[in-house]
């Protein structure tokens, strides 16, 4: 079968069942691979901790997250990806201290279904402590979306992953579905702004403006600030000069996997370390 054909295959709506097939396959595999993208303090240029995107190694290509995971959310299979996604990138939490970064935090993307799963808590605790990793070096981004209704904000997962000391990030910050009382209600550690006020930024000065005010409004209710998708060093440097806790994007680094991952936070450290 070709590549085309297997993919039309595997996400047409009637095949669920194969969808089902070839995503055990590709799990047991291991053709599911986690990259990570550093967030850096902008006041210190250090790396603070990752995000975990998912890449799907198949034997045709990688898949990148986007043509995939809304396929699992439909079929319900992301709740099977729960317990590998925490084992996974809490393992490789734990290789980085081993390798001697020991402060920094893993951060997840979790949709909201996965967010109401019943078995999410024990999910998390059991890989927490099969790697001995403090929930405090844990973060979770939800996005803002239309399905983030009351009871997902409200949802006890959330109550106790909070309690627990897990951090919870608002992803994607602006880009639609944004509300006042999500932000209010969330009780978040981190405010995300998604990469399209970024990229926007320099085209006209209201934008200039507006995400100054972004940037304001997560600081008066005590959230971390982080511009996504930083891509030129006038952004940095604007970022930095208005306040803007953290940053990510491709002027830092790309996503890596972890065998690139360790090399890159070690020239890094050396480069900081010759200042
Ligand atoms: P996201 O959480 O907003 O992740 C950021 C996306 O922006 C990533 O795309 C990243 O590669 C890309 N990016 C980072 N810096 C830059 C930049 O400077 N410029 C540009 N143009 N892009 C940048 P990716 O890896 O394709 O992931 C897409 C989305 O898939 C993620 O968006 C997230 O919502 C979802 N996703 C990824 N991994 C997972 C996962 O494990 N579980 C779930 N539920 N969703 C995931
Ligand atoms: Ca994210
Ligand atoms: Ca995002």
């Given at each position: 079968?070709?590549?085309?054909?297997?993919?039309?295959?595997?996400?047409?709506?009637?095949?669920?069942?194969?969808?089902?097939?070839d995503?055990?396959?590709?799990?047991?595999?291991?053709?599911?691979?986690?990259?990570?993208?550093?967030?850096?303090?902008?006041?210190?240029?250090?790396?603070?901790?990752?995000?975990?995107?998912?890449r799907?190694?198949?034997?045709?290509?990688?898949?990148?997250?986007?043509?995939f995971?809304?396929?699992?959310?439909?079929?319900?299979?992301i709740?099977?990806?729960?317990?590998?996604?925490?084992?996974?990138?809490?393992?490789?939490?734990?290789e980085?201290?081993?390798?001697?970064?020991?402060?920094?935090?893993?951060?997840?993307?979790?949709?909201?279904?996965?967010?109401k799963?019943?078995?999410?808590?024990?999910?998390?605790?059991?890989?927490?402590?099969?790697?001995?990793?403090?929930?405090?070096?844990?973060?979770?981004?939800?996005?803002?979306?239309?399905?983030?209704?009351?009871?997902?904000?409200?949802?006890?997962?959330?109550?106790?992953?909070?309690?627990?000391?897990?951090?919870?990030?608002?992803?994607?910050?602006?880009?639609?579905?944004?509300?006042?009382?999500?932000?209010?209600?969330?009780?978040?550690?981190?405010?995300?702004?998604?990469?399209?006020?970024?990229?926007?930024?320099?085209?006209?000065?209201?934008?200039?403006?507006?995400?100054?005010?972004?940037?304001?409004?997560?600081?008066?209710?005590?959230?971390?600030?982080?511009?996504?998708?930083?891509?030129?060093?006038?952004?940095?440097?604007?970022?930095?000069?208005?306040?803007?806790?953290?940053?990510?994007?491709?002027w830092?680094?790309?996503?890596?996997?972890?065998?690139?991952?360790?090399p890159?936070?070690?020239?890094?450290?050396?480069?900081?370390?010759?200042?």
């Amino acid at each position: 079968m070709g590549f085309l054909s297997s993919i039309q295959h595997l996400f047409a709506d009637k095949k669920r069942i194969l969808g089902a097939t070839d995503f055990r396959r590709a799990l047991n595999n291991n053709e599911f691979v986690f990259y990570y993208q550093p967030e850096w303090d902008l006041k210190t240029g250090r790396v603070m901790g990752v995000e975990a995107l998912i890449r799907w190694e198949s034997p045709n290509g990688i898949i990148p997250p986007m043509e995939f995971i809304p396929m699992l959310e439909k079929t319900g299979l992301i709740n099977e990806f729960t317990p590998f996604l925490f084992n996974q990138t809490l393992k490789d939490l734990r290789e980085l201290y081993q390798a001697g970064f020991d402060n920094l935090f893993m951060s997840v993307n979790l949709s909201i279904i996965q967010l109401k799963d019943p078995s999410l808590l024990d999910t998390i605790r059991q890989s927490l402590d099969k790697y001995a990793i403090l929930p405090e070096k844990l973060e979770c981004e939800v996005t803002e979306t239309k399905h983030m209704d009351r009871a997902a904000i409200e949802h006890q997962n959330l109550h106790q992953m909070r309690d627990m000391g897990i951090r919870l990030s608002i992803d994607d910050f602006g880009s639609g579905h944004a509300s006042f009382n999500y932000l209010k209600d969330l009780d978040a550690h981190k405010l995300k702004i998604d990469r399209d006020f970024i990229q926007s930024l320099f085209d006209k000065p209201a934008n200039e403006t507006i995400m100054r005010t972004i940037i304001g409004l997560g600081h008066s209710l005590g959230l971390i600030v982080l511009a996504e998708g930083i891509e030129t060093s006038e952004q940095e440097k604007w970022l930095r000069e208005n306040e803007c806790d953290v940053g990510q994007g491709f002027w830092f680094s790309r996503p890596l996997p972890l065998t690139m991952l360790i090399p890159f936070l070690r020239t890094h450290q050396e480069k900081q370390q010759n200042q």
